[in-house]
């Protein structure tokens, strides 16, 4: 399907802008509702074309801003953001706790499940200021001078490749897509957090605080 293979170009920024222009026009939004009307009581899940069309369309309007391809998927995002609420689970309890004494046990200084636009969700955010000091997360997310830090918790399954775990396809690009977004991007793969060494103790505060350290973010 067309759609699946522009979002699979998008993953390494080299969509022709031809390519974007077939897609996003009235003839192909129609080839797509017509081809829901005919999968809808099939193996095919309409759901999840309109989530690749959604996922396509983000991906033209933050990578390509020169196409001016508008997001028309906020009323399909926001649904699913309310279909799918954020669930809790030891892996990512056990890293908002360990957030939470680099700030004092103030939960105020998180930002929690925090919708970007476009649709994203992202668990924690913590806000620095331009001395590089944890700072209170602003009433309004419009433009500041403020580091904004996003901290994903990655999940259990990367792809194998090699031998090797990778980053699936769709971290990379949410990684890309919320640094376009102004966001510094932490990424916590789930092997290393549960390796042997982290079973030692302070191992995983310290793993954290080196990330923070990376950026030269003063924690406590």
Known sequence: MIVQACLALS?????PLEMIQRVFNIDFITRIEK???LTSHTQRNP???LNLVMQLNRSICLNY???RVPWFQQNFIEAQLVASPPKSNPYTNEIYKML?????GDKSMIRLNHKTPYGYRIPFVVY???QRQLVSPPFDEGPQTLNKVAIIPLPKTPVQFNGRSNKRGIDILQERHLSILGYIVIQICYREWNS???DLPGAREEYL???FNKYKFLVS
């Open 100 to 104: 939470l004494s680099y700030v004092g």
């Open 11 to 15: 993953y390494y920024q080299v969509l």
């Open 196 to 198: 042997i060494y982290m």
């Open 128 to 130: 620095f200021n331009s």
């Open 35 to 37: 081809e829901l009307s």
């Open 65 to 67: 801003p020169e196409a």
């Open 209 to 211: 605080q080196n990330i």
């Open 47 to 49: 759901r999840s074309i």
